[in-house]
């Protein structure tokens, strides 16, 4: 009998998806974007090799997916409808070596380096390494920013990658609007952990509003704050996160990380 393959080497499933192993790529930014956040031959080659090397699943670098949310220069953006053509050379180039690829969607929030762009953010609250003073978001700010993450995933959908993962982490607008330390509002968007968690809820429905309901969306989230005092935030969070009920779409033991179909918070102790 012929020996069989590692578990990680094993066909999986995430939601409807297959994916031909378990051995996902992680997002890395690859800074190989046009000047105007367009994909090159450049980041082809990249993709090409990454999936050729034998992974099921790769995510890509961060893509911001409004102007006032890019990070840094040569940065990949999905903005614009212009963004899809070349962005699809990438997703076949992957799809010729037998891989699967989400695309990260991203907004810089308060840590743009982008001189040209005023930074957002949930509060005015000082940026401990990007020191560049934010401005607060208005409602119909916040309005603009989920609608931007919705079209970005419809544009993704269109320029053929499997699926899109949020960007909830390294302290992006995603997880600022999660955090205690960083937003300070008291209103529809902030005040206790279960209007601090809508931010990123909505955008997950206006996500799937735009995609279907079964397009892939996976989500990075962070739990912690790298400033002095934040063990209380990062306790809370960490309830917030097994507060919230996922429905999964794919059945059970179907395989990896199934994708998240629904949520809602239902609750979780902050202290």
């Given at each position: 009998?012929?020996?069989?393959?590692?578990a990680f080497m094993r066909p999986g499933n995430i939601g409807g998806l297959v994916v031909k192993n378990r051995l996902i790529r992680a997002a890395t930014s690859e800074t190989m974007a046009t000047a105007s956040g367009e994909a090159t031959d450049e980041l082809v080659r990249l993709y090409s090799d990454l999936a050729r090397g034998g992974a099921g699943l790769i995510i890509t670098g961060h893509i911001y997916v409004e102007p006032r949310g890019q990070y840094e220069p040569r940065q990949l953006g999905l903005d614009r409808d212009e963004r899809v053509a070349p962005l699809a050379r990438v997703t076949d180039a992957v799809h010729r070596h037998g891989g699967r690829i989400f695309a990260?969607?991203?907004h810089a929030g308060s840590q743009s380096l982008i001189p040209?762009?005023?930074p957002l953010a949930p509060s005015i609250v000082p940026n401990a390494?990007?020191?560049r003073p934010p401005v607060e978001m208005t409602k119909a700010d916040i309005g603009d920013v989920i609608a931007g993450f919705a079209d970005a995933a419809a544009r993704a959908q269109r320029a053929g990658f499997?699926?899109?993962h949020l960007h909830s982490g390294n302290g992006y607008l995603l997880s600022q609007f999660n955090s205690p330390f960083a937003n300070r509002r008291d209103d529809h968007w902030g005040g206790d952990p279960q209007r601090r968690a809508r931010f990123i809820l909505e955008v997950y429905r206006a996500m799937r509003r735009a995609t279907g309901v079964d397009f892939p969306?996976?989500?990075r989230l962070g739990l912690a704050d790298a400033v002095d005092n934040a063990a209380v935030g990062n306790w809370e969070r960490m309830q917030v996160s097994r507060g919230w009920e996922l429905i999964f779409s794919a059945p059970r033991g179907a395989g990896i990380n199934p994708v998240l179909k629904h949520a809602r918070y239902i609750g979780g102790s902050s202290s």
């Open positions: 009998m012929p020996p069989q393959p590692h990260e969607l991203s040209e762009i005023v390494i990007f020191a499997d699926g899109v969306v996976t989500a």
